[in-house]
């Protein structure tokens, strides 16, 4: 290994997981608490991330959005894993609301809270740009087939209806703002010059930078407050019946959906950019998401399957995650 390129990695992870300990510590001292999670949790799902995105997707040039290594392969990458993983819940007998978690803890990772600052640590706002066309496009197919897999397996007691499932995906702030950003992206599209910077009125750039500065001012607070709120939420609950259930879905989580998604990319999208690659990858590698177990708690599927499932990733992931950076940025 390259002293340089370990240091480097250490410098977009650290931070990460340093920001995640504090939360976690900050919980065990009652500092936060769930009221505190909640309202931070609000805040930044509402309003700091899509100003962030906005903000960032915005100025991006328009071609640069529908990348098959960001959009297609992920997505791609989440039926093989389903497929495997629904194989091996049908060989070992899994049925209902475990079933259920087994399969959808294989690809269902917090892209959000956790993939945006790696991502921006890494390759900065082009990284964050195509990390918010990943979480705008990819992310809402994981929600909807995490639901189909809870209907399918017959699991959950709250709402089962699809037009609500359908909402809940698609119908949210992270989506609503990367596709407003994109619209915004391709508004601009028409005011470019020939040499391709904007051509505008010298009291609409100044306006325009002065909303830029306040919208990522407002969302440059979201991404240090979520993984205060993820770390403080962290809780354990046991469940030593499910060791081998459990190995698997963690084990898939880190490493192998994203080497599937890593593979895929350099199989079909050979010229993709080393951003592309990164975010892919980055954004496939992180571990179980929150919104999974706050789901899982309203449907009432598996709840300590899932909670030890997303410790337990949160957790390796510091190992697997600078792994994973160390791969994909030497391209």
Not at 216 to 234: T, V, W, Y
Request: charged share 10%.
């Amino acid at each position: 290994m390259e002293i340089t390129r370990v240091m480097d990695v250490l410098v977009i992870c650290v931070p990460v997981f340093a920001v995640l300990g504090l939360g976690k510590l900050l919980g065990i001292k009652g500092r936060i608490n769930e009221e505190h999670c909640r309202f931070i949790n609000w805040l930044v799902y509402t309003f700091s991330l899509p100003a962030l995105i906005i903000n960032e997707v915005s100025r991006q040039r328009f071609d640069s959005f529908m990348d098959p290594a960001v959009v297609l392969m992920p997505i791609l990458g989440l039926l093989i894993i389903t497929a495997v993983t629904m194989l091996i819940a049908r060989i070992n007998g899994y049925k209902g609301g475990f079933a259920a978690a087994f399969v959808f803890g294989t690809f269902w990772g917090n892209a959000t809270y956790v993939g945006f600052p790696l991502c921006q640590n890494a390759f900065g706002s082009e990284g964050l740009a195509k990390a918010a066309i990943y979480n705008g496009f990819v992310v809402p197919f994981f929600i909807l087939t995490g639901y189909a897999l809870i209907g399918f397996y017959g699991a959950g007691t709250g709402e089962t209806r699809f037009i609500s499932r359908v909402k809940t995906a698609v119908l949210n702030p992270i989506l609503l703002s990367a596709v407003f950003g994109i619209g915004v992206a391709l508004a601009g599209e028409q005011l470019r010059g020939a040499d391709g910077e904007l051509a505008l009125p010298l009291v609409a750039e100044s306006s325009l930078s002065l909303i830029s500065s306040f919208m990522k001012m407002i969302g440059s607070m979201g991404l240090p407050l979520a993984l205060l709120s993820i770390g403080a939420s962290l809780k354990w609950e046991q469940t030593r019946a499910h060791l081998g259930a459990l190995a698997w879905t963690v084990g898939a989580k880190l490493l192998i959906f994203p080497l599937i998604v890593f593979t895929l990319v350099r199989m079909f999208c050979p010229d993709s950019s080393a951003e592309a690659l990164g975010v892919s990858v980055i954004l496939s590698s992180v571990p179980s998401a929150v919104a999974m177990y706050v789901i899982s708690c309203a449907v009432g599927v598996e709840r300590g399957f899932v909670s030890s499932m997303l410790v337990i990733s949160t957790a390796l992931s510091v190992i697997t995650i600078p792994l994973w950076v160390y791969a994909v940025t030497g391209y």
